[in-house]
């Protein structure tokens, strides 16, 4: 299995901007896609972003235009640049491999939008 420990999350007023880092206990070469996910208190988890092994992203209509996901395999890193936050996207980030493990969860990182 693999660890997963997020980071990177803050308070930001409506506009900002945020860097959220997924640091893996192992190599995530191997995984075919990482992706990000976010979860508001009392609804799913949904998936906001995901990264290919080969550079194809795909990102939730909600986000597209000012998410940006990448990948560092040498820092077994993955990064979630995001611009232009709005109050909506207030919630606790999640990174894992797309699909996901569940056993791979970590805490999260709470990013919170608001003037």
């Known amino acids: 299995q693999v660890q997963l420990v997020e980071s990177g999350g803050a308070l930001v007023q409506p506009g900002g901007s945020l860097r959220l880092s997924c640091v893996a206990s192992?190599?995530?070469?191997?995984?075919?896609?990482m992706a990000w996910y976010r979860q508001v208190l009392g609804k799913q988890r949904e998936l906001v972003a995901s990264?290919?092994?080969?550079?194809?992203?795909n990102y939730a209509d909600s986000v597209k235009g000012r998410f940006t996901i990448s990948r560092d395999n040498f820092k077994n890193t993955v990064y979630l640049q995001m611009d232009s936050l709005k109050p909506e996207d207030t919630a606790v980030y999640y990174c894992?491999?797309?699909?996901?493990?569940?056993?791979?969860w970590g805490q999260g990182t709470q990013v919170t939008v608001s003037s």
């Open positions: 990264l290919t092994s080969t550079g194809s992203r």
């Open positions: 894992n491999s797309n699909p996901a493990l569940q056993a791979s």
């Open positions: 192992r190599s995530i070469f191997s995984f075919s896609a």
